[in-house]
T-cell receptor, first 112, second 114 residues
Framework: SQQGEEDPQALSIQEGENATMNCSYK?????LQWYRQNSGRGLVHLIL?????REKHSGRLRVTLDTSKKSSSLLITASRAADTASYFC????????????FGKGTRLSVIA | ETGVTQSPTHLIKTRGQQVTLRCSSQ?????VSWYQQALGQGPQFIFQ???????GRGNFPPRFSGLQFPNYSSELNVNALELDDSALYLC?????????????FGPGTRLTVL
């Protein structure tokens, strides 16, 4: 079953603009991760945020986590055509042993 | 580049047949998980192996089975294929002992069942 729900399902922006994707989940978590998938291929890990963290940065990526609302957002600043991909949030319930539970993803198109 | 490889890249089978998909993890990654991703959906957890033993399973029937070998390779076997088994199958590995929850995915095998 899917844990997270990403919003929007699809997003189209111009190069240079910022892209924001949201993720909601249902149960308590240990951490939440964001992954990128290009053209139906393997997933690439972008960033992990733990339940006791509220915000995390990595390059042009900014992730926030609100455990009271069971939601997270991924912001990509100054987007590039190469950022075109599907983005998934995935939650981990218990660190160390439990699997990733994915949402359905947001399809991002960055137009040059 | 995650260092995780999968074979074959694409596969076409007919209903009722059996299939074996293969994955080679990074050296030192002794936890491997398999996921099924239907078109337009997020990946769904099938099962996980740690030190060659299954130690977690998602909502998949017993005709989905696996093996993990000491050389960090693993297999996913699916018997009695059904049309709904058509999907992208992803394997993912992690370093030993669950040091990190980050998983390293292979490029996937796209299975089509006719």
């Amino acid at each position: 079953s899917q844990q997270g729900e990403e919003d929007p399902q699809a997003l189209s922006i111009q190069e240079g603009e910022n892209a924001t994707m949201n993720c909601s989940y249902k149960t308590s978590i240990n951490n939440l991760q964001w992954y990128r998938q290009n053209s139906g291929r393997g997933l690439v890990h972008l960033i992990l945020i733990r339940s006791n963290e509220r915000e995390k940065h990595s390059g042009r990526l900014r992730v926030t986590l609100d455990t009271s609302k069971k939601s997270s957002s991924l912001l990509i600043t100054a987007s590039r055509a190469a950022d075109t991909a599907s983005y998934f949030c995935a939650t981990v319930t218990n660190s160390g042993n439990t699997p990733l539970v994915f949402g359905k993803g947001t399809r991002l198109s960055v137009i040059a | 580049e995650t260092g995780v490889t999968q074979s074959p890249t694409h596969l076409i089978k007919t209903r009722g047949q059996q299939v074996t998909l293969r994955c080679s993890s990074q050296s030192g990654h002794n936890t491997v998980s398999w996921y099924q991703q239907a078109l337009g959906q997020g990946p769904q957890f099938i099962f996980q192996y740690y030190r060659e033993e299954e130690n977690g399973r998602g909502n998949f029937p017993p005709r989905f089975s696996g093996l993990q070998f000491p050389n960090y390779s693993s297999e996913l076997n699916v018997n009695a294929l059904e049309l709904d088994d058509s999907a992208l199958y992803l394997c993912a590995s992690r370093p030993r002992g669950g040091i990190t929850d980050t998983q390293y995915f292979g490029p996937g095998t796209r299975l089509t069942v006719l």
